[in-house]
């Protein structure tokens, strides 16, 4: 099977996910579902943006995939499938699989100077208002 979309994974990607893809659950029904074409259909949403039931065709059902992403995301694979990851690529590159440090820019923590609930609600504040008089955005005047 060749790439139909650039988003659909190749084969040495998909051998390096496919452990981590949750087994189907004992009893019921055995799975029929491919799991890789149900991967490049989470993968194709994500990355164009589209809605769930505008997938095309050659992916599974848009219900099944939208299941399966759900799912796993409240199972924590998602999670679980990028600490994995992570790991195997700081190991090729020589370094231990967790990292020891972290660093935050401190420019992208920035806020504003005031911060808190002012800050949030002091530019809908109306000029003219008073304790005495105050008017509604549909032209009532209550005084």
């Not at 084969?11 to 893809?21: D, F, K, R, S, V």
């Not at 949750?22 to 194709?44: S, W």
């Not at 820019?105 to 008089?133: I, L």
């Amino acid at each position: 099977m060749g790439q139909r979309y650039p988003t659909d994974l190749t084969a040495a990607e998909w051998t390096l996910l496919a452990p981590l893809i949750p087994t189907a659950k004992p009893g019921g029904r055995p799975r029929t579902t491919d799991m890789r074409e149900v991967v490049n259909a989470i993968l194709y949403s994500l990355r164009s943006g589209c809605q769930w039931r505008m997938l095309p065709t050659e992916f599974p059902p848009y219900q099944t995939v939208y299941h399966y992403f759900w799912t796993w995301r409240r199972a924590g694979v998602w999670e679980q499938m990028h600490d994995s990851l992570r790991g195997d690529v700081r190991e090729a590159a020589g370094r231990t699989r967790e990292p020891s440090a972290g660093i935050i820019d401190s420019q992208t923590v920035k806020t504003t100077e005031k911060g808190g609930f002012e800050a949030m609600t002091g530019a809908s504040a109306s000029v003219g208002a008073s304790a005495t008089s105050s008017s509604m955005s549909w032209g009532y005047s209550w005084s």
